[in-house]
Nanobody, 121 residues
Framework: QVQLVESGGGLVQAGGSLKLSCAAS????????MGWYRQAPGKQRELIAG???????NYADSVKGRFTISRDNAKSTVYLEMNSLKPEDTGVYYC???????????????WGRGTQVTVSS
């Protein structure tokens, strides 16, 4: 059974930084596509960043140049480094694990429980 556990969220002032981690177990992590999603209050969950098993990355326009996704296959962990944080980055951040070839179809794969990020102005 796949388990994903996020950590690293918290309260930070605008302009600050946080680094999220998501540890996976119960799967061959190195063969999976990993993504970070964000759900802001009253809004739908949206894809923020993704990384393939081969290291190719993609980002939402709203976070390009500020956020960096990376993975450590030896530790079965994916990271999201967030810099120059803005109040609009506030939300619950979820880790997603999915097979290669599914694109970013909503609802696919396994999810963590999320970690709260709050950016104060």
């Amino acid at each position: 059974q796949v388990q994903l556990v996020e950590s690293g969220g918290g309260l930070v002032q605008a302009g600050g930084s946080l680094k999220l981690s998501c540890a996976a177990s119960g799967t061959t992590f190195s063969l999976k596509v990993m993504g970070w999603y964000r759900q802001a209050p009253g809004k739908q969950r949206e894809l923020i960043a993704g990384i393939t098993p081969y290291g190719a990355t993609n980002y939402a326009d709203s976070v390009k140049g500020r956020f960096t996704i990376s993975r450590d296959n030896a530790k079965s962990t994916v990271y999201l480094e967030m810099n120059s944080l803005k109040p609009e980055d506030t939300g619950v951040y979820y880790c997603n694990l999915r097979p290669v070839g599914t694109g970013w179809i909503p609802g696919v794969g396994s999810w963590g429980r999320g970690t709260q990020v709050t950016v104060s102005s």
